[in-house]
T-cell receptor, first 113, second 117 residues
């Protein structure tokens, strides 16, 4: 079984709809991240969480919100989706130690019409 | 300011030959880590190799090696004996350890590698 899972894997929605992307991990990591990938721009950080009570904005948090329901679950919400939020979204986890790699989920491909 | 720069949007290499993917970075953090990830067409992000800023030797992982030149702030990925399955997008990323307590990764724009048979 995958260590970091994301649901849904693909989603098509309409402008103005609320949508939630979910991430679960079985790695026991404290830190979780949400990234967005647009063509030609690499990955950019939306939000990150050190633990359940510690959530922080990344470089492109406008239009998004998150919830850390448990150590293993970190959800990303688009309150009112717009077409320029069409992208590939990744969840990632890591420990809090130095030099540790981030483990990525398989990604969610979101299309906003 | 761009912190990770990958200047090669696309690269071609002949199967079984070696290829170098360039990455330069910019940071004033005294302690940092550099990563390379592979993203095949299926979309997942696959960790390849890591180099710490204080590591004395260049990192190697199988056919992957990282040519780390700290003074030049470069961390190039070398893939030896390219295989068709190496065709993918490759991302260089950096994690600053003192100024960036969140541990977030800063990514470059990526290099698309195509391996020719």
């Amino acid at each position: 079984d995958a260590d970091v899972t994301q649901t849904p894997r693909n989603r098509i929605t309409k402008t103005g709809k609320r949508i939630m992307l979910e991430c679960s991990q079985t790695k026991g990591h404290d830190r979780m991240y949400w990234y967005r990938q647009d063509p030609g721009l690499g990955l950019r950080l939306i939000y990150y969480s050190f633990d359940v009570k510690d959530i922080n904005k990344g470089e492109i948090s406008d239009g998004y919100s998150v919830s850390r329901q448990a150590q293993a679950k970190f959800s990303l919400s688009l309150e009112s989706a717009i077409p320029n939020q069409t992208a590939l979204y990744f969840c990632a986890t890591s420990t809090s130690g130095a030099y540790n790699e981030q483990f990525f989920g398989p990604g969610t491909r979101l299309t906003v019409l | 300011a761009q912190k990770i720069t990958q200047t090669q949007p696309g690269m071609f290499v002949q199967e079984k030959e070696a290829v170098t993917l360039d990455c330069t970075y910019d940071t004033s953090d005294p302690s940092y880590g550099l990563f390379w990830y592979k993203q095949p067409s299926s979309g997942e992000m696959i960790f390849l190799i890591y180099q710490g800023s204080y590591d004395q030797q260049n990192a190697t992982e199988g056919r992957y090696s990282l040519n780390f030149q700290k003074a030049r702030k470069s961390a190039n990925l070398v893939i030896s004996a390219s295989q068709l399955g190496d065709s993918a997008m490759y991302f260089c990323a950096m994690r600053e350890l003192v100024y960036n307590q969140g541990g977030k990764l800063i990514f470059g724009q990526g290099t698309e590698l195509s391996v020719k048979p």
